[in-house]
């Protein structure tokens, strides 16, 4: 079981370039997230696909597009990257447990720079 | 809408100090509260939750009891390690909220040898 996996690790783009993060999470969850991680900031949701073939805006998804390519990958594209989109995002998928609630498990996160 | 205050960071404590770190939130209905923990160069890993008033969580050593009457979820351990360096989030899930997690902003624990 490898949990969550994200690629890549790390990312430098120059303003305008686009890139595509890839995230998959081979725990049979139909859940799964995008969020970005700032200093001071916390991290904030950008998109999140309640289960296969759904997608819906989080709190800052403004020059982001994700697609839910089937229940294992959710990726986030940036179109036209720019510096204020220097962060760390982080993919991550849920496991819901009835009366208990849920349990959100976090991938390893993906470190992109835009110069 | 719902929303996480942490206290403002860094701490910095020596080993074997009791450790308090305050979360308070505002949010409709009936929220679950969770504490995440960030080592260095790692994604959030699920530290302790609660999902209903007076409940307590508790794990490695850490604990945190829901307090609704006064809308906080703080986290304490009696004696922290140089091992629990690292980042400490507070956050909340509202009831019907498809499980969507609203974060505090985090706050650095150093613990000195």
């Known amino acids: 079981n490898a949990g969550v996996t994200q690629t890549p690790k790390f990312q430098v783009l120059k303003t305008g370039q686009s890139m595509t993060l890839q995230c998959a999470q081979d725990m049979n969850h139909n859940s799964m997230y995008w969020y970005r991680q700032d200093p001071g900031m916390g991290l904030r949701l950008i998109y999140y696909s309640a289960s296969e073939g759904t997608t819906d805006k989080g709190e800052v998804p403004n020059g982001y597009n994700v697609s839910r390519l089937n229940k294992r990958e959710f990726s986030l594209r940036l179109e036209s990257a720019a510096p204020s989109q220097t962060s760390v995002y982080f993919c991550?998928?849920?496991?819901?447990?009835?009366?208990?609630?849920?349990?959100?498990?976090f991938g390893p996160g993906t470190r992109l720079t835009v110069l | 809408g719902n929303s996480v205050t942490q206290m403002e960071g860094p701490v910095t404590l020596s080993e074997e100090a009791f450790l308090t770190i305050n979360c308070t939130y505002t949010?409709?209905?009936?929220?679950?509260l969770f504490w995440y923990v960030q080592y260095p160069g790692e994604g959030l890993q699920l530290l302790l939750k609660?999902?209903?008033?007076?409940d307590k969580g508790s794990n490695k050593g850490f604990e945190a009891t829901y307090r609704k009457e006064t809308t906080s979820f703080h986290l304490e351990k009696g004696s922290v390690q140089v091992s629990d360096s690292a980042v400490y989030f507070c956050?909340?899930?509202?009831?019907?909220?498809?499980?969507?997690?609203?974060f505090g902003k985090g706050i650095t624990l150093s613990v000195r040898p």
């Open positions: 609660a999902t209903k008033a007076d």
């Open positions: 956050a909340l899930s509202s009831t019907g909220a498809n499980s969507k997690l609203t």
């Open positions: 949010a409709t209905g009936y929220p679950s």
């Open positions: 991550a998928s849920i496991k819901l447990q009835g009366a208990l609630g849920f349990t959100q498990y």
